[in-house]
């Protein structure tokens, strides 16, 4: 079998252990998105609460982003050398006194704090996540396995929608995010009791290739410096910058503002807007990786899939005037379906490198997945203060429809970026760099 050590005499681990251990990493990917998006169905209660505008709300919300970006290549070195577990387990420990921190926040900075740690802690998980499918999971199921991973992602992005806009409204935020931090304890604990590093541990045989003695193990500096050495792993840097923040920064906290002031929805048919989005882009990650692993094809599809959510945030955006529902909510959803093609990237990522490196080549993409969100969410922020024209319901800013225009652009030009980067990527027809 493809990637089977052709030594090892023992048989591979059952198919149902090795997506358990698999969705233990998920599932704190999950957490970590439901905390991603919450700030947005919860804007006008946070500006209440901390006496911030928008720019203020953008920075709040960022904070998360700022530490998760700077996390994903010290995670991507940190799995290759302590493995996925530690990582995991401390990760999500962490986000767990994060959460309790921010649900608990007296005022902004510790709300700021609060975000800070969650987002930098939950940061391990896509990379670990991902680690451990190489380990426990055939080569052949990878960009599948990416593909469901970014799904349960989706699901507590959408889990942060309508049911969160509920809970709220009948609970209040703070006792929501209490037990959203009580979620992530458990995940932590459940970590540590089922997960391991590579199923040689639990008397199977490994999936994984590339394995070198710690001792042989470069520096950090020059595994780093290796990786970066490798044209793709530059470009799938880039690539997906424009689809996850245009999916992170209007999906994810802007949409819901944007559709309750320009449109007249009510926040809860606005949140339902934006979950559909991210329930379109969880479905299309596992699409485009099942069909990239089938025909054992990176590029195709990675570039499809760029060129289509450019053209329709295009029209969803640049439209002069309000859209028809109907339209409205089909260019969200094929935005949101298209940008799913994303999740090729880390399977790009992992093949143009040599195994060793590749958890190493995927933090450094999965950095530059979410680097774009991170500088989208608080810079639409500082535009729409820009173009605020004094109105106010009580005492929370509002914003028309020009100015969500002109903040939009800029998401827009984040896209062209990452079309034009996929354009370059480098096929690897599924085979890993020896």
Sequence with gaps: MPGRDPTAHRPPPPAALAWSVWALGAALYLAGFFQRVAPAVMT????AEFAIAAAGLGQLSAYYLYSYVAMQIPTGLMVDRFGARRVLAAGATLAA????????????????????????????????????????????????????????????????????AWAVAAFGWRAVMLAAAAAIAAIAAAIW???????????????????????????????????????????????????????????????????????????????FYCSALMLAWAA???????????????????????????????????????????????????AGFASGCMVVGFALAKESVPARLAGTATGIANMGSMAGAMMLQPLLGLVLDLNWRGALAGAVRVYDAPAYRAAFVLVLAWLAVSLVAAAFLRETRGRQTP
């Design 284 to 334: 299309g990650g596992p699409v485009f990786g099942a069909l990239s692993d089938r025909l054992r094809l990176r590029k195709p599809f990675y570039l499809a899939g760029s060129a289509t959510a450019v053209a329709l945030w295009a029209l969803a955006i640049l439209w002069p005037e309000p859209l028809a529902p109907g339209l409205l909510f089909a260019l969200l959803v094929g």
């Design 44 to 47: 006008q209660e946070l500006m």
């Design 97 to 164: 006194l994060g959460s309790f921190l921010f649900a608990l926040a007296p005022g902004l900075a510790a709300a700021s704090l609060g975000r800070l740690l969650v987002g930098g802690s939950v940061g391990v998980a896509w990379v670990a996540t991902l680690k451990l499918a190489a380990h426990w999971l055939p080569p052949e199921r990878f960009a599948l396995a990416t593909g469901l991973a970014l799904a349960a992602g989706m699901t507590g992005a959408v889990t942060a929608g309508v049911p969160l």
């Design 193 to 271: 009791w089922q997960v391991r590093d590579d199923p040689s541990e639990r008397g199977y045989a490994s999936w994984f290739v590339g394995a070198q003695p710690a001792a042989s193990r470069p520096s950090i500096r020059t595994a780093l410096a290796e990786a970066l050495g490798y044209r793709n792993t530059w470009l799938v840097f880039f690539a997906p910058q424009g689809m996850v923040g245009a999916c992170l920064a209007i999906g994810g906290l802007w949409g819901v503002p944007w559709l309750v002031s320009v449109y007249g929805f009510t926040p809860a048919r606005a949140a």
